[in-house]
Nanobody, 123 residues
């Protein structure tokens, strides 16, 4: 059974940091990513990583503040979030796919999703 289990969300003040984790089990994936969805808004791409090469991609809105990484031994992907802003408030979702996705920022391309973890940044 494939599972993506996120953890690490919470409430933090603006300028603070959080680290999200996504533990994968049940199969191997080629591409893993983080998306977020704020109330009343569409789900948006945050960051992605190619499992084999470690190549990473970040949305412009988080570049320089967020970093995606992986731990091969733990089959876990992380999202280190620094300098958090109130506009980063959202539910954050881990996504994964066994394919080498060409369009990594498209939510519809991913076949597996976690349950989400809430991040709230207060001003």
């Amino acid at each position: 059974q494939v599972q993506l289990v996120e953890s690490g969300g919470g409430l933090v003040q603006a300028g603070g940091s959080l680290r999200l984790s996504c533990a994968a089990s049940g199969r191997t994936f080629s591409t893993m990513a983080w998306f977020r969805q704020a109330p009343g808004k569409e789900r948006e791409f945050v960051a992605a990583i190619r499992w084999s090469s470690g190549s990473t991609y970040h949305a412009d809105s988080v570049k320089g503040r967020f970093t995606i990484s992986r731990d091969n031994a733990k089959n876990t992907v992380y999202l280190q979030m620094n300098s958090l802003k109130p506009e980063d408030t959202a539910d954050y979702y881990c996504a994964a796919d066994p394919s080498f996705l060409l369009i990594i920022a498209r939510a519809g391309a991913y076949n597996y999703w976690g349950q989400g973890t809430q991040v709230t940044v207060s001003s």
